[in-house]
T-cell receptor, first 115, second 113 residues
Framework: AQKVTQAQTEISVVEKEDVTLDCVYE???????LFWYKQPPSGELVFLIRRNSFDEQNEISGRYSWNFQKSTSSFNFTITASQVVDSAVYFC????????????FGKGTRLHILP | DVKVTQSSRYLVKRTGEKVFLECVQD?????MFWYRQDPGLGLRLIYFSYDVKMKEKGDIPEGYSVSREKKERFSLILESASTNQTSMYLCASSLSQARGGYTFGSGTRLTVV
C-alpha cells in the first residue's frame, strides 16, 4: 500500500532562516511519482514539483530545493532564506504508475515564517 | 488563465439536506477529483472521474455520490448531509497521464448544522 508521512505537523522559523520539510513515503512499485504542493491561507493548493522514481537528481528552483533519496524513501523540501510569504501548509504526495493519475497526500506541514 | 472553479466558497446547510457542490474546469482536462480536507487528516480522496459519465470511488466515498454529465463539470452530492461532513472540499482536475499535475479549485468550506 502507498503511504506518505510528514512527521512535522507545524514548524515556526524566523524570516531569513533556512527550513527543511520532511517527507517519507512507502510504495511497492518501482515506478512512482512524488510531489510537493503549497496551500497558502487563500486555500488553493499550488503544484510545486513532480519527481519520478528514476530521477534522483536534486532540484533547485530559486530559494526552493528538493532532495530525493530512494535509499531512505525520502523527498525533503528546503526553503532557503525564508520569507513571510512562504507561510503556508505544504503537502507531500505520491502516485504509483499503475494507478493512473490518482495521488495520495501526506497530512501536511504548517509552516510559519515569523517576521 | 486556466481555472478550476468551485461554485461556493462557504456553505451552511442543515442536517438531512441534499447538498450539491459544483466544480467546473475550463482546461479540457479528462480527470477530475474531489477531496475533503480536515485538520490533522490531510486531503482524502472521495471520488474521481477519468471521463464523462464515469466515476470511481476514492478512499472515503461513504455518504457521497458524484455526477459527471459533461467533461468540464464534476459535481459532488451529499445525499443527506450530516454534521461529520462539515469540512473543506477541494476539487481538482488534470490531463490524462498528467501524473499528479493537478490544478485545484479554491475550495468550498461546508458547515452542516
Amino acid at each position: 500500500a502507498q503511504k506518505v508521512t510528514q512527521a512535522q505537523t507545524e514548524i515556526s522559523v524566523v524570516e531569513k532562516e533556512d527550513v527543511t520539510l520532511d517527507c517519507v513515503y512507502e510504495t511497492r512499485d518501482t515506478t512512482y511519482y512524488l510531489f510537493w504542493y503549497k496551500q497558502p491561507p487563500s486555500g488553493e493548493l499550488v503544484f510545486l514539483i513532480r519527481r519520478n522514481s528514476f530521477d534522483e537528481q536534486n532540484e533547485i528552483s530559486g530559494r526552493y530545493s528538493w532532495n530525493f533519496q530512494k535509499s531512505t524513501s525520502s523527498f525533503n523540501f528546503t526553503i532557503t532564506a525564508s520569507q513571510v510569504v512562504d507561510s503556508a501548509v505544504y503537502f507531500c504526495a505520491l502516485s504509483e504508475a499503475n494507478r493512473d493519475d490518482k495521488i495520495i497526500f501526506g497530512k501536511g506541514t504548517r509552516l510559519h515564517i515569523l517576521p | 488563465d486556466v481555472k478550476v472553479t468551485q461554485s461556493s466558497r462557504y456553505l451552511v446547510k442543515r442536517t438531512g439536506e441534499k447538498v450539491f457542490l459544483e466544480c467546473v474546469q475550463d482546461m479540457d482536462h479528462e480527470n477530475m477529483f474531489w477531496y475533503r480536507q480536515d485538520p490533522g487528516l490531510g486531503l482524502r480522496l472521495i471520488y474521481f472521474s477519468y471521463d464523462v459519465k464515469m466515476k470511481e470511488k476514492g478512499d472515503i466515498p461513504e455518504g457521497y455520490s458524484v455526477s459527471r454529465e459533461k467533461k468540464e463539470r464534476f459535481s459532488l452530492i451529499l445525499e443527506s448531509a450530516s454534521t461529520n461532513q462539515t469540512s473543506m472540499y477541494l476539487c481538482a482536475s488534470s490531463l490524462s497521464q498528467a501524473r499528479g499535475g493537478y490544478t485545484f479549485g479554491s475550495g468550498t468550506r461546508l458547515t452542516v448544522v
